[in-house]
T-cell receptor
Framework: KAGVTQTPRYLIKTRGQQVTLSCSPI?????VSWYQQTPGQGLQFLFE???????NKGNFPGRFSGRQFSNSRSEMNVSTLELGDSALYLC???????????FGQGTRLTVV | GENVEQHPSTLSVQEGDSAVIKCTYS??????FPWYKQELGKGPQLIID?????GEKKDQRIAVTLNKTAKHFSLHITETQPEDSAVYFC??????????????????FGKGTHLIIQP
């Protein structure tokens, strides 16, 4: 069974640009959540989607957004990139909310 | 919201010895406590989890204990091996506020423990 797939693995963007990250969950999993990981703040919750609906959102500015498609694949978008957005962005999938969550390898975003 | 504290931040043990990592949580409604292992360049890997209806769970060399009264849970690794070297994270559910309908979405993580196994 394939795991969680995140693309791309690495990304370099300049300040002010926008970026879209993609996540394909494990087959049959309908819940997808996104996290930002940095050395200073650790793993922080961005948002969670279930059946194409955003269920909750963490304490991040409106520049961070996401969506989920009918096949459960999810994308997150960051607009007007800032240097502080440099981080590892992780996606996790679950069969449903509040069950075992399995992470992908992450997308390493560097903003210069 | 949920607050998860994890200690120690770094733990160095001799190969073959045991390692214990401890976490505390704040929300008494929390009912699910996973542990993740993250190796360099990889995403976190779920290694064991426990639900609030049990006090201990084992899987070969790893075990997790839960004390709901004290709101703390611990990861125990016995007979440590070099491949156990990694960063370990504990987590607990994030709860939405009552105005948002309640329920849990996502996880709140501890800051992580860098486990070093000395040969």
């Amino acid at each position: 069974k394939a795991g969680v797939t995140q693309t791309p693995r690495y990304l370099i963007k300049t300040r002010g640009q926008q970026v879209t990250l993609s996540c394909s969950p494990i087959s049959g999993h309908r819940s997808v959540s996104w996290y930002q990981q940095t050395p200073g703040q650790g793993l922080q919750f961005l948002f969670e989607y279930f059946s194409e609906t955003q269920r909750n959102k963490g304490n991040f500015p409106g520049r961070f957004s996401g969506r989920q498609f009918s096949n459960s694949r999810s994308e997150m978008n960051v607009s007007t990139l800032e240097l502080g957005d440099s981080a590892l962005y992780l996606c996790a999938s679950s069969i449903r909310v509040n069950t075992e969550a399995f992470f992908g390898q992450g997308t390493r975003l560097t903003v210069v | 919201g949920e607050n998860v504290e994890q200690h120690p931040s770094t733990l160095s043990v001799q190969e073959g010895d045991s390692a214990v990592i401890k976490c505390t949580y704040s929300d008494s409604a929390s009912n699910y406590f996973p542990w993740y292992k993250q190796e360099l360049g990889k995403g976190p890997q779920l290694i064991i989890d426990i639900r609030s209806n049990v006090g201990e769970k084992k899987d070969q060399r790893i075990a997790v204990t839960l004390n709901k009264t004290a709101k703390h849970f611990s990861l125990h690794i016995t007979e440590t091996q070099p491949e156990d070297s990694a960063v370990y994270f504990c987590a607990a559910p994030r709860f939405r506020g009552r105005n948002s309908g309640g329920g849990a979405d996502g996880l709140t993580f501890g800051k992580g423990t860098h486990l070093i196994i000395q040969p």
